[in-house]
T-cell receptor
Framework: DAGVIQSPRHEVTEMGQEVTLRCKPI?????LFWYRQTMMRGLELLIYFNNNVPIDDSGMPEDRFSAKMPNASFSTLKIQPSEPRDSAVYFC????????????FGQGTRLTVV | SQQGEEDPQALSIQEGENATMNCSYK?????LQWYRQNSGRGLVHLILIRSNEREKHSGRLRVTLDTSKKSSSLLITASRAADTASYFC???????????FGKGTRLSVIA
């Protein structure tokens, strides 16, 4: 397996634009996580899916953020409208059973909102 | 919100020395994991220790867990320049819960 695949690797967008980040988890994994990493706040959990169902979205900053998992092999994180404070590295990770087993991380998407 | 808190925030040592990083957490856990992150990359899993275990080894890594103190330590023996990275602890609560990470310890190993 190629591991968790995220796209794009880098995204530069203007304030107010819609941004969509994509993730393909490892085949057979039932759990998917979206994290955001900044120097100030560290690695924050945004949302957690189990069997394609959102289980915990308490970390989603505000209504501008939304995440979907239409099937077991694809997830998106959308920011609309984007703001400069959304600039961060966004990671997707998957595991076989929630937080009970090893999580595999993608390489991340570095988002810059100008 | 962060569950784990690593200490120290940054650590600089000479190659060949041992490096010890600590993690404290707040609530009961199912297991605790340690991850490594090289600059500009995703996190890589190092080791998992379950709440009923006290110590675990993997190569040059030794992890301890003290559930009464809600703390864990990661020891890297005979450090190498390639060990330079950030190290994070992560915990999950009992049941179907996600991993929550601390802010990490930045380790620099000087050759």
């Amino acid at each position: 397996d190629a591991g968790v695949i995220q796209s794009p690797r880098h995204e530069v967008t203007e304030m107010g634009q819609e941004v969509t980040l994509r993730c393909k988890p490892i085949s057979g994994h039932n759990s998917l996580f979206w994290y955001r990493q900044t120097m100030m706040r560290g690695l924050e959990l945004l949302i957690y899916f189990n069997n394609n169902v959102p289980i915990d979205d308490s970390g989603m900053p505000e209504d501008r953020f939304s995440a979907k998992m239409p099937n077991a092999s694809f997830s998106t994180l959308k920011i609309q409208p984007s703001e400069p404070r959304d600039s961060a590295v966004y990671f997707c990770a998957s595991s076989s059973t929630g937080g009970n087993t090893e999580a595999f991380f993608g390489q991340g998407t570095r988002l810059t909102v100008v | 919100s962060q569950q784990g808190e690593e200490d120290p925030q940054a650590l600089s040592i000479q190659e060949g020395e041992n490096a010890t990083m600590n993690c404290s957490y707040k609530t009961s856990i199912n297991n605790l994991q340690w991850y490594r992150q090289n600059s500009g990359r995703g996190l890589v899993h190092l080791i998992l220790i379950r709440s009923n275990e006290r110590e675990k080894h993997s190569g040059r890594l030794r992890v301890t867990l003290d559930t009464s103190k809600k703390s864990s330590s990661l020891l890297i023996t005979a450090s190498r320049a390639a060990d330079t990275a950030s190290y994070f602890c992560a915990t999950d609560r009992a049941g179907n819960t996600p991993l929550v990470f601390g802010k990490g310890t930045r380790l620099s190993v000087i050759a």
